[in-house]
């Protein structure tokens, strides 16, 4: 296999409501990464995966999963992907194992019930196989969904919203299971609107609003390159306002005046700082203390998202 999981070309959907749901939309994802689609409520997150997976119709353009046409060679590529889809969509009545072991039968895989057994365990859901799945808890059932859309041994896992409304613990528990599988060499595309999860997860990162893509980014760079810094100095004793001489630049009181807080881009690091510090001395501002910080990817996002609209 190449490089490239998954190819996705000039994607474009429109619903039968007439509703543009994707625009042009051109993507590549790298095998063995964890990609994270970023990107509010209704952007077209859901829509887009539902293409991949062959569970939506591209009204134009193509997705080659594994080189594989999602169309034209609809079983190569769907037995390459498996889905975490973001509703519940299980059988109540049917047992874990009988589920699992359904899914896998469903791709055309020969049974393999050791694998089953080791996913089940991985995922601590080996001593629930006889159990129903309407009696297992809202935790133990979005770990079904895991074991189930990896049943078949997929080369790509999307995981659609996978920690929207889960408990901090189960997140944490998540995340391992989700580097584990990295580990393994599979890919890795999750959706999610919670910036710090992309944050921590993802190798690149792709930022999609109003069904177009607005960037797609290492994640180190796109923090670099995006990142505003700050200066942060803190004073010797709170102060109401700042000299009339020092408007010009952008700064800022904050934590009851006891903070003075000045932006600069990161490009511009040294002088920014510098040309500050000259300036309070002249004006006989003091601190007692200097630190920067970086912006986060929550200030990136709404940054650009705020631009957008
Ligand atoms: N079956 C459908 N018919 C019409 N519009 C839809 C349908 N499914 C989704 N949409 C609309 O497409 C947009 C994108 O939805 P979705 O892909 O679910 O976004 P996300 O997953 O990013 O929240 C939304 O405005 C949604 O209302
Ligand atoms: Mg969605």
Redesign the pocket.
């Known amino acids: 296999m190449s490089d490239t999981a998954l190819d996705i070309q000039q994607i474009h959907k429109t619903?039968?409501?007439g509703?543009t749901?994707l625009e042009n939309v051109n993507l590549s994802i790298r095998a063995g990464e964890i990609f994270a689609l970023l990107?509010?409520?209704?952007?077209?997150?859901?829509?887009?995966i539902s293409i991949i997976c062959g569970i939506v119709n591209a009204s134009s353009g193509r997705v080659l999963v594994g080189g594989f046409d999602s169309r034209s060679s609809y079983r190569e590529a769907r037995q390459r992907v498996g889905l975490v889809p973001?509703e519940l969509s299980l059988s109540m009545f049917e047992s874990v194992w009988a589920t699992v072991r359904f899914s896998r039968g469903l791709y055309g895989k020969a049974p393999n019930d050791a694998y089953l057994e080791s996913l089940l365990k991985s995922l601590s859901l080996w001593d629930k196989k006889d159990s129903r799945i309407m009696a297992l808890s809202g935790g133990m059932k979005r770990r079904v969904l895991i074991a189930k859309a990896l049943a078949h041994e997929p080369e790509i896992l999307f995981l659609?919203e996978p920690t929207a409304g889960v408990d901090v613990a189960l997140r944490q528990d998540m995340w391992a299971m989700i580097r584990g599988l990295k580990a393994r060499g599979v890919t890795i595309i999750l959706?999610t609107h919670y910036i710090d999860e992309a944050e921590d997860m993802a190798d690149r990162i792709g930022v999609?609003n109003e069904?177009k893509i607005m960037l797609v980014e290492d994640k180190h760079s796109l923090m670099q390159k995006l990142g505003r810094r700050q200066l942060i100095l803190t004073l010797p004793e709170p102060r109401d306002r700042l000299p009339d001489s020092l408007a010009d630049l952008d700064l800022s009181l904050e934590e009851g005046g006891m903070q003075l807080v000045y932006q600069f881009d990161s490009q511009s690091e040294g002088s920014g700082i510098r040309t500050l510090l000259r300036r309070l001395d002249e004006v006989g501002v003091e601190f007692r203390d200097l630190h920067t910080e970086q912006s986060s990817l929550e200030d990136i996002f709404v940054s650009l998202i705020g631009g957008a609209k």
């Open positions: 619903y039968k409501s509703f749901a990107g509010p409520n209704g952007a077209g997150k859901t829509t887009l973001q659609d959706t999609i069904g």
